[in-house]
């Protein structure tokens, strides 16, 4: 038999591809040296686009999720559903996506019969990396804890903290000093009397409680602990008092930044999913931008250190978020009473000064029809609230039966009434959520996968499948 001089170089062309192909290390051979895992809690594909195009409209900016980790790295989807059940919590998404194993709702790093499966923090730490967790949220929340520890109700806070307290990650930050600090304290909430704040700073921890101390902080070991509860809204934050999203990245991996055998850090946004659970349409936005921030702090890091995979994803879709046109009152089902949202109702979005959470408490308990409208002239200019958002708000009235925020979710409905930015419930939906991944390995998130498989995928890039 012969062959053409074409085929035979196409021959070894493939044959060289195929050894290539084979001698290219996986896992820990040739897989990452640093894994960075930036989790947007909430956040499915509706909230990126969201992102990207309020960014461009109103900051002139680009969008690194979009722009560079979606469109130059590799994209897939991921299931979100519990063990038993369609829609989920966080708790059984993360606890999924750490361990591998689909769990009930509420569950932290365990399967559904309660017994404890391998997290990836402790995959990572069993490869010899060193282990970071940030958050905007209290650093016992479900995710964070979700990717390190055990437990099986996500509300045994002190049990969450005191396993971190065995486990040691390398750096720790974000809210929730209350379950670090004794009842006695100011702030604390301890009922056992211990303080573990104490107790880590024995352990050669460097503590930071201000966006200044984590900026002045030193060593390899940092805990920092910048509210009793979870952080505030972007919208809302102190640059005096608490660090940013992309603050606490930049301090994380200054402090893993070096690790002979690299590290795992799991950094994630949660106000992103409390914005949605509120409906706040400018919350998100900020926050969004806010979680950018972030990722371009990791791109930069990855041009240093080409051995680094960043992984960008959600674990679940909050608020049914949908950007629509509507009609601009009930009077008329034309289209001469429709309006497309557009730039010009992005640009009334920019206005809004405070987040729908923040206006509750605000308001108080019992406020009267005129501080609500003194509210909403102060920090939502241009806004108008209608009668029946009024009352619901007054009476503390629910709009749906999918809703469970009365007084958030009626100023959320004022904003989409004028903006088109709709919500469809206060809880999570259904929407599988987009990862994206860039650097070595990230081809393996490519596709439509169950969440267990990013687990899996994980693992398998730590050397430990």
Known sequence: MTFSIPIVRWLLVAVASVLVSCATPTGSAGGPKNVIVLYADGVAATQWEFGRYSSRVLRNAGFAVTDTVFAQGSTGFLTTHPHEAFATDSAATASAMSTGVKTTIGAIGVGPDGKPERTAAEVAKAAGKRIGLVTTAEIYDASPAAFSVHTRNRANHADIVDQYFALEPDVMLGGGSDQFLPERAPGGKRKDGRDVLAAFVGKGYAVARTAADLRGVQGSRVLGLFSDDAMDFEIDRAPTTQPSYADMVTAALKALEGSPRGFFLFAENENTDTAGHRNDAAALMRDLWAFDEGVRVALEFQKRHPDTLIVVTGDHETGGLSVTYAQRDLRDVTSRNRFYSANEHLKLLAGVTISLE?????????????????????????????????????????????????????????????????WGTSGHTTEPVVVGAIGPGAERFRGYHDNTDFARILHALFGQP
């Open 358 to 422: 923040k206006a509750l408490d605000t308001l108080g308990q019992a406020p009267s029809p005129a501080d609500i409208d003194k509210l909403v002239g102060k920090h939502f200019p241009g806004f108008r609230l209608d009668d029946d958002l009024r009352e619901a708000i007054v009476k503390r009235q629910l709009l749906e039966r999918n809703h469970s925020y009365p007084v958030q979710n009626a100023l959320g409905r004022m904003v989409a009434r004028q903006s088109g930015i709709y």
